[in-house]
């Protein structure tokens, strides 16, 4: 497609994001042109647009950033098949190789040579953007456009909560940001139980009650939340921690909270090295630590799929704000002040 559209780019090395008119990408072999319909702002848009020292080692301007969004495709590379103008897409934001050791034994979320889309090639937050057709999800027509913008911070909850078993467990969710509210309704959803919601905002902890948490509790007062957690649990401990803040605290707290043999999955990301109990929380507990980055390509968006479709899983309440794409720095002052209730924020370009 010739022309020009409007997109969100960061154009120089400093905090911010400008509102650019640039070429609309030109696809090749085995790629699709998606119109974007919606768009949504994760917690690395937010490292990007302040410039943090992660952004200035990863990034490099000028580059279209987002990488949640779903979309139209208006156009069809040469070799792809399954595909038809006019489908409804979400986009796996994981672009892996497909050929190396990684890849080729099943774990195509984190290829060894991974590129992030509006992290290493041109993102979402444009009318337009292109995409390899591996990492395109189709839907059925009448997927509502909120539920498909959102389906791939959601895929992040659902591989969290439900790479092993969680039916009848009790689960610790540690920080209620838009991925631990998505994993709170995924837990409930599933069965679990008791589900302990925990975060410093207590605008968050009440979402977190409305989609299902059983108690939530203060973070700041860290040592009553682990007294009420292990006295929820006959003092053994939860059988699930969900490591969803990577807030250095937390982490100890879901570890020191963690019964023996439970699962701990560690998906927030800390800024810097953190240190742990290894002995303690680790070894002699026998604890079974699970890292979680991305959504398994494609096991997570069949799960995912399947609850949507059994009206399990409806993610829009999680969804607080929408501004247009324009809009992009108002959006960003909202997700960033968490002033009243902030969960998911959406673009519409
Ligand atoms: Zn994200
Ligand atoms: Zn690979």
């Avoid at 189709?138 to 790479?163: Q, R, W």
Wanted: hydrophobic content about 40%; proline content about 6%.
């Amino acid at each position: 497609m010739k022309g020009t559209m409007k997109a969100i780019a960061k154009q120089k090395a400093a905090p911010g994001a400008t509102l650019v008119e640039v070429p609309i990408p030109q696809i090749g072999n085995g790629e699709l042109l998606v119109q974007v319909r919606g768009a949504s702002i994760c917690g690395t848009d937010v490292h990007i647009y302040e410039w943090d020292e992660w952004a200035q080692s990863r990034i490099k301007p000028p580059l279209v950033t987002g990488h949640e969004c779903c979309g139209h495709i208006v156009e069809i590379g040469p070799g792809v098949t399954g595909f038809a103008e006019g489908d409804l897409v979400s986009l796996e934001s994981h672009i892996p190789c497909g050929l190396c050791a990684v890849c080729r034994t099943g774990l195509q979320h984190i290829c060894t040579n991974l590129k992030i889309l509006g992290v290493d090639t041109p993102g979402v937050y444009a009318d337009y953007v292109k995409i390899p057709a591996i990492c395109a999800w189709k839907h059925d027509p009448k997927m509502p456009i909120e539920i498909a913008t959102v389906f791939e911070p959601m895929g992040n909850a659902v591989y969290a909560s439900l790479c092993e078993p969680i039916s009848g467990c009790s689960v610790a969710i540690m920080g209620c940001g838009p991925v631990g509210l998505f994993a709170t309704m995924v837990c409930r959803a599933a069965g679990a139980g008791p589900i302990y919601a925990v975060d410093i905002d207590a605008n968050r902890l009440e979402m977190a009650r409305s989609f299902g948490a059983h108690e939530t509790l203060d973070a700041k007062n860290g040592e009553e939340a682990i007294r009420r957690m292990l006295a929820g649990t006959g003092g053994d401990g939860v059988d699930v921690v969900l490591e969803m803040s990577g807030a250095p605290s937390a982490i100890r707290t879901g570890f020191k909270v963690l019964r023996k043999g439970g699962r701990f999955t560690a998906f927030g990301l800390p800024s810097k090295p953190v240190e742990i109990d290894f002995n303690n929380d680790i070894i002699f507990k026998g604890a079974r630590v699970i890292g979680i980055n991305g959504r398994e390509m494609f096991q997570t968006w069949y799960k995912m799929a399947g609850l949507v479709r059994s009206g399990t899983l409806d993610p829009r309440p999680v969804i607080t704000h929408t501004f247009a794409l324009t809009e992009f720095d108002r959006a960003m002052t909202t997700m960033r002040s968490r002033e009243g209730k902030v969960g998911k924020v959406m673009l519409i370009p």
